[in-house]
T-cell receptor, first 112, second 118 residues
């Protein structure tokens, strides 16, 4: 497809389990961003990848969160030992640098 | 500490009239501002942006005004149409590239739900 693709679209998990969220950016887009949106809140920036460069992880909420981007394309966001406060919509966006961000439809994560 | 504030959670406007959405910011380092529109179950889509060297940017029915001294920006939609009903997010960047915010990302407000009434 032509847009940013995220999977799964919905994920329900039990507290304490690990989850992996996937983002497939628009082909050729070198910049990739992860955000999350908790209920009633704005989008919270998590992490940024530029090409194959190592990201600055300081925006991640805790050390249970990690992200990687393989071959400068697909990215995965992993949350270990999920907590109820991790419940949110996780959004991925990509851009070619100077273009505006193109967002995927997000993954709705529910931790029970 | 919210650096980008949208103080109206919702706004109702009659079709054909002007919609004005407001946004205030506190960080004087912000130099690029964007508006995104979001429909339910979809990701935000880019609407319009403005650099701090300008005070107005227009694109069709959408105009963004920036008042740097007041740290305030507004989005005007005229005339408002039913398809404009959505949540509108104001966002700001202090880093290049302004369109994405680079390593700091964009700082978003909580959004305003615009409802266009027939």
């Amino acid at each position: 497809g032509a847009g940013v693709s995220q999977s799964p679209s919905n994920k329900v998990t039990e507290k304490g389990k690990d989850v992996e969220l996937r983002c497939d950016p628009i082909s050729g887009h070198t910049a990739l961003y992860w955000y999350r949106q908790s209920l009633g809140q704005g989008l919270e920036f998590l992490i940024y990848f530029q090409g194959n460069s190592a990201p600055d992880k300081s925006g991640l909420p805790s050390d249970r969160f990690s992200a990687e981007r393989t071959g400068g394309s697909v990215s995965t966001l992993t949350i270990q030992r999920t907590q109820q406060e991790d419940s949110a919509v996780y959004l991925c966006a990509s851009s070619s640098g100077l273009s505006p961000l193109h967002f995927g439809n997000g993954t709705r994560l529910t931790v029970t | 500490d919210q650096q980008v504030k949208q103080n109206s959670p919702s706004l109702s406007v009659q079709e054909g009239r002007i919609s004005i959405l407001n946004c205030d910011y506190t960080n004087s380092m912000f130099d690029y501002f964007l508006w995104y529109k979001k429909y339910p179950a979809e990701g935000p889509t880019f609407l319009i942006s403005i650099s701090s060297i300008k005070d107005k940017n227009e694109d069709g029915r959408f105009t963004v005004f920036l008042n740097k001294s007041a740290k305030h920006l507004s989005l005007h939609i005229v005339p408002s149409q039913p398809g404009d009903s959505a949540v509108y997010f104001c966002a700001a960047s202090a880093r290049s590239p302004g369109t994405g915010g680079g390593a700091d990302g964009l700082t978003f407000g909580k959004g305003t739900h615009l409802i266009i009434q027939p």
